[in-house]
């Protein structure tokens, strides 16, 4: 039988708590270890979902809530963990199950973890399989659980265009949706397109243009990435298309020596998803031990110590 092995990856995000007042000079609050022990038991006493409950079906699609389980207190300022995010909204049919309804959730494991920084924030980091994943799930569910004295804030960890000068791009992946008109040709992409360019040869010009002309961009408002992806493909003669028509753009880049996909436009809330380099088991899904400990390295070398100044 034949396997798919998807890219496995993790995005990081953090919790701020902010005191509950409608003053401008608004006072940050920081969660203390009582409170990161306080979540601790709630997530590890988490009910069992009733998935056939009308309501908490609704909280599934909605993502107010995701299921939580294996949780585990890594140290005290570190809790490992799976949730599963919900999927549905459309019938598909499955070579083993039939048709399979709209209404109907699917629900996938991902790994989580949790840190408390020393500066009193709770960061979270969460893991996709491809495309798949449920930050704003987690992040609600976890919210849920926390004592909070305040108002908490969700922010989400995004390299900046500096982190990626050394970058050295290959190939460049555009998504698009709607209707684009090819400028070569009279063919229509009526739902959807992919289309990608690459380096052909040493002293082409394409990393320096990509660099200019796409990564320095990357922390700019949406609109202005969208902007800036359509304008390389206008200018290369590849389709005409219009800014909102551009869906996903990755590029390609061999950075301090190693592969690496740099994601132009992030799904989860803008955050930079970091490649955890683990394997398969036999249902698909990446390896338990070894996700956990990639995740735990992520969170170390590139998020604490960006974050904060360690």
């Given at each position: 039988?034949?396997?798919?092995?998807?890219?496995?990856?993790a995005s990081?995000?953090?919790?701020?708590?902010?005191?509950?007042?409608?003053?401008?000079?608004?006072?940050?609050?920081?969660?203390?270890?009582?409170?990161?022990?306080?979540?601790?038991?709630?997530?590890?006493?988490?009910?069992?979902?009733?998935?056939?409950?009308?309501?908490?079906?609704?909280?599934?699609?909605?993502?107010?809530?995701?299921?939580?389980?294996?949780?585990?207190?890594?140290?005290?300022r570190t809790?490992?963990?799976?949730?599963?995010?919900?999927?549905?909204?459309?019938?598909?049919?499955?070579?083993?199950?039939?048709?399979?309804?709209?209404?109907?959730?699917?629900?996938?494991?991902?790994?989580?973890?949790?840190?408390?920084?020393?500066?009193?924030?709770?960061?979270?980091?969460?893991?996709?399989?491809?495309?798949?994943?449920?930050?704003?799930?987690?992040?609600?569910?976890?919210?849920?659980?926390?004592?909070?004295?305040?108002?908490?804030?969700?922010?989400?960890?995004?390299?900046?265009?500096?982190?990626?000068?050394n970058a050295?791009?290959?190939?460049?992946?555009?998504?698009?949706?709607?209707?684009?008109?090819?400028?070569?040709?009279?063919?229509?992409?009526?739902?959807?397109?992919?289309?990608?360019?690459?380096?052909?040869?040493?002293?082409?010009?394409?990393?320096?243009?990509?660099?200019?002309?796409?990564?320095?961009?990357?922390?700019?408002?949406?609109?202005?990435?969208?902007?800036?992806?359509?304008?390389?493909?206008?200018?290369?003669?590849?389709?005409?298309?219009?800014?909102?028509?551009?869906?996903?753009?990755?590029?390609?880049?061999?950075?301090?020596?190693?592969?690496?996909?740099?994601?132009?436009?992030?799904?989860?809330?803008?955050?930079?998803?970091?490649?955890?380099?683990?394997?398969?088991?036999?249902?698909?899904?990446?390896?338990?031990?070894?996700?956990?400990?990639?995740?735990?390295?992520?969170?170390?070398?590139?998020?604490?110590?960006?974050?904060?100044?360690?």
């Amino acid at each position: 039988m034949a396997t798919k092995n998807e890219a496995v990856t993790a995005s990081f995000h953090f919790l701020t708590q902010y005191e509950d007042s409608d003053d401008q000079n608004v006072r940050k609050i920081k969660f203390s270890q009582s409170d990161f022990a306080s979540l601790l038991t709630a997530l590890q006493s988490c009910p069992k979902i009733d998935i056939k409950d009308e309501s908490t079906k609704d909280d599934l699609r909605f993502r107010s809530l995701v299921p939580i389980e294996r949780v585990t207190q890594i140290n005290s300022r570190t809790i490992h963990g799976v949730f599963k995010a919900s999927y549905w909204g459309h019938a598909y049919e499955n070579s083993d199950k039939g048709t399979i309804p709209a209404d109907s959730i699917s629900l996938r494991p991902f790994h989580f973890i949790l840190y408390l920084s020393e500066t009193g924030k709770i960061y979270i980091g969460s893991q996709y399989l491809g495309p798949y994943g449920g930050y704003t799930g987690l992040k609600n569910t976890i919210v849920s659980h926390i004592p909070s004295c305040g108002k908490i804030r969700a922010s989400s960890f995004r390299l900046a265009s500096s982190y990626y000068k050394n970058a050295h791009a290959k190939e460049v992946r555009v998504s698009i949706s709607k209707q684009g008109g090819e400028i070569t040709s009279s063919n229509i992409f009526a739902r959807g397109a992919m289309v990608a360019f690459k380096k052909i040869s040493k002293h082409d010009g394409f990393e320096e243009e990509v660099s200019r002309k796409l990564l320095d961009y990357i922390d700019r408002p949406k609109v202005e990435i969208k902007k800036a992806v359509a304008s390389v493909l206008k200018e290369n003669q590849l389709i005409d298309v219009e800014d909102e028509d551009i869906v996903d753009c990755s590029i390609v880049a061999m950075l301090d020596g190693k592969r690496k996909v740099i994601h132009m436009l992030e799904s989860g809330h803008f955050a930079t998803r970091f490649a955890l380099n683990v394997g398969h088991n036999k249902h698909g899904h990446p390896e338990f031990e070894p996700t956990k400990s990639e995740m735990l390295r992520v969170l170390e070398n590139e998020i604490i110590a960006r974050k904060e100044d360690v």
